[in-house]
Structure formats: structure tokens, C-alpha cells
């Protein structure tokens, strides 16, 4: 049996369906199971650390969102016979990151809790999600040819969720992968223009973006930020303005299928930003 947390999140539902198609016994571990949606074939549980129990009974994997992890949820695990831990982490921990950084904070603490628990445990750190570019849904929604947002010229190779969701079917279902940390992108570096531009394509419509002063930028902007993190999330972007991104073929390595480009995530997406 292996546990996903975050299971109804954009990757871990891509890895409920991945583990289920391939056979696996899943056990869906989710706020509120009656509204999750989920296949009928995966079970369904409330994740709630007060009862250990019923989130790892017969679990001996488990994949995990760096904000479920806590050292007492880590030693109930290892109680309950869980003996392999897969963790979501960030490409914010790396050598010579910036350890203040609040994403870099909740991931590396989450690793370190992890390696302390004595469970075997995987890293996934990737860069970029393509699914950032939602952001953006609102305004495209809303009809106008114009995309207001920072930083035009900021690089990135965004990954699509589902190549993460392969490489974490792969490190679940496969051996070997204990101690390793895995980096993941997506294979190509793109502009926040020429995301915007790619979303219009997808649309059959020329979209152009425009870019804000970040004193300018707020939530509306940023819908699915933390208003506390959007700060640094500005500085980041801000030193990634014509910097090429780190690109790596760990998906391709790891799966045996090229990592999707981003062209391809928009025309997954589009009913996303169709009103």
C-alpha cells in the first residue's frame, strides 16, 4: 500500500492515477474525502495526524507534501510499518541557496526531519511548475487580449505536474532510488511573455503581455500566493531576469519519456483559461 498525501494537489492526483493505472494499492490521504473526487478504486482517508492508525495501517510507502511533514508524523509512520518516504521538496535547496528564503525554510526543514526519522527516503526538487502559470487564468477568463505581469523577461523551464507525478510512480514502484535527491525541469527555458503568448496560442487567440511595476503587484496578480511570501517570491523572479534556468533530463533518465515542453501543459490546461 502506498499513502499519498496531498492527494487531490496537482501532483498528487496525478500520482493517484499513475499508482492505480499501474496496479498499485493507494490509499488517498486528503482533508475531506466526501468532496475529494477521487477513484473509487483508491481509499480514501481524512488525513488527520491525531490518528496515525488510519493514515499508515499496512502503508509501507508514502509520498509527502513538504507541509504535512512533522516529526511526530514521521516516527507514527515508522511505527505503523511505513519504510519509505517520498518527499515533494523544492529546487530552493541546493548549495549556496539562500537558507532565509521562506520556501527554502519549509522544504529543507522538511527534508531534515525526514532524514532524521530513520525511514528510507527520496528527494524530488523541482525548479519551476508550470501550473504557476494559472496565475495568469483570471485575466485571460476575463476576455481582454492584454496579460498584466512582472518581469517579462524572467527565464524559467517549467515542469508539467504530471512529469513530476511519473517520476514519483517510478521511485515509488521501482528500487534503488533510497538517498537519492532528484532534480527536475521541464526541457526548455521560456519568458513569462512567451508563457503568456503560449496560453493564447493554445486559445487561438493573440494574447500580449504587459508588464507591472512589482511595487505595483499585489493578489491580483498573484491569486494562489501566500501574501507573506509574495515579497521574496518577486526578489526570485526578479534574479531570474534573462538568467538561463537550470534544465535537467532527469525525467526523461528516471522515465523513459521526455519531460513535456510548456506549449504542451497549455494545451492540457486550456479549459482552465476558457471562461
Known amino acids: 500500500m502506498i499513502a499519498v498525501t496531498g492527494a487531490t494537489g496537482n501532483v498528487g492526483r496525478a500520482l493517484v492515477d499513475r499508482l492505480l493505472a ?18 473509487g478504486r483508491a481509499e480514501a482517508v481524512a488525513f488527520r495526524p491525531d490518528d496515525p492508525a488510519a493514515l499508515f495501517t499496512g502503508v509501507t510507502k508514502l509520498f509527502l507534501y513538504a507541509q504535512a511533514v512533522t516529526a511526530p508524523l514521521l516516527a507514527a509512520a515508522r511505527e ?14 541546493r548549495e549556496g541557496a539562500d537558507e532565509s528564503h521562506p520556501i527554502h525554510v519549509m522544504h529543507a526543514t522538511a527534508e531534515r526531519h525526514i532524514r532524521d526519522s530513520g525511514l528510507a527516503w527520496t528527494f524530488l526538487r523541482p525548479n519551476a511548475f508550470a501550473t504557476n502559470a494559472l496565475q495568469y487564468a483570471p485575466q485571460v477568463r476575463a ?34 532510488h533510497e538517498g537519492a535527491v532528484h532534480r527536475l525541469t521541464g526541457p526548455a527555458a521560456t519568458s513569462n511573455a512567451g508563457q503568456v503568448a503560449a496560453i493564447g496560442d493554445a486559445l487561438g487567440r493573440k494574447l500580449t503581455f504587459e508588464e507591472v511595476d512589482p511595487a505595483e503587484a499585489g493578489p491580483e496578480l498573484f491569486p494562489y500566493v501566500q501574501p507573506r511570501m509574495l515579497g521574496r517570491l518577486l526578489e526570485t523572479v526578479a534574479h ?36
Open 22 to 39: 499501474a496496479g498499485a494499492p493507494v490509499r488517498a490521504l486528503t482533508r475531506d474525502p466526501a468532496r475529494a473526487g477521487l477513484p
Open 80 to 93: 505503523h510499518g511505513v519504510r519509505h518516504a517520498v518527499l515533494l521538496s523544492s529546487g530552493l535547496v
Open 143 to 176: 476576455g481582454g487580449d492584454t496579460v498584466r505581469g512582472v518581469y517579462a523577461d524572467a527565464l524559467s523551464a517549467p515542469i508539467h505536474e504530471d512529469d513530476i507525478a511519473a517520476v514519483a510512480e517510478r521511485v515509488l514502484l521501482d528500487d534503488g
Open 240 to 275: 531570474s531576469v534573462g538568467v538561463p534556468p537550470e534544465i535537467t533530463g532527469t525525467v526523461e533518465e528516471l522515465t523513459g519519456t521526455p519531460a513535456r515542453a510548456f506549449d504542451q501543459w497549455t494545451r492540457d490546461h486550456v479549459a482552465d483559461f476558457r471562461p
